[in-house]
């Protein structure tokens, strides 16, 4: 009974985080990572653990989110397909074997980490002024500089276990010269690549170790991955077209508040 009622709030999760990452083009991580990291200690998880399972189950959801965006977002042509796997690309190669690295760090290493990447996703929202843009052509030396972008995509994917769009919409749309809205679009195809690259390395890694945890494969926690995932599959479509359709100012600083807290709860738990 118990585990029904989990599933069910999951797929809640899934819901809202999905919209929020079709809506954003950022994930979902930056809310699924905090909510599984206070709900796991309920699952009974060792608290050293807990954060690597909350970034690969993150991970896992993070994929289907992007995939049901990414699709949406390419209907309503607002993704520039050749720059997004250009850059996803590259970001496969560092989310993998950085996450190799992630997983050995300690608990607290990650959360700090993981506080750091919240902060800057307050700083853009709340910074970012713009609401359908000017931008019309794109910077010239675009595809020379999707490499590095995308590894610094699949950087924040293995530390911290967001897909990086809190740095790929910016830089896709400030510095590239993307619109807004295709730059959330082709973030979510980007992350496709990043986050599915970085949950494999959590699965393999948590697979070698052979944790003795009911409902877990790897990193990832099955219990809130299946669920969420599917939640996140079928409300990423839905943000997906609310961005096609609507301003997002009132929005951004909304989900920027959201974070701020979110932030708090952690840093809390980790100087408090």
Known sequence: MIELIAICGYLLLGLFVG?????????????????????????GFQP????KFAIGTSLFASVLA?????????????????????????????SFFLSKIAIKLDARTLKIIFAFVLILVTIRLL????????????????????PLLGIVVGSLS??????????????????????????????????IFSALSAAISYILSGLELNYNHS???GYVY???AIPAGIGTLVSARWGANFTHRTNLKALKILFAVLIIAVDIKILFDVFG
């Open 19 to 43: 919209f929020v990452a079709g809506a954003f083009g950022i994930g979902g991580g930056v809310v699924m990572v905090p909510s599984f990291l206070f709900l796991f200690s309920l699952h």
């Open 48 to 51: 050293d653990v807990i954060p």
């Open 66 to 94: 992007s995939s049901s965006g990414a699709f949406t977002h390419l209907k309503n042509k607002n993704i520039n397909v050749s720059l997004g796997i250009i850059t996803g690309l590259f970001a496969v190669v560092s």
């Open 127 to 146: 910074t970012d002024q713009s609401n359908d843009d000017k931008s019309s052509q794109l910077w010239k030396f675009s595809y020379l500089f999707a």
């Open 158 to 191: 293995a530390f911290a276990g967001v897909g990086g769009g809190i740095i790929a919409v910016p830089v896709l749309h400030y510095i590239f010269k993307l619109r807004f809205k295709t730059s959330i679009g082709t973030s979510n195809l980007i992350i």
């Open 215 to 217: 409902f877990t494969l």
């Open 222 to 224: 099955l219990i809130a």
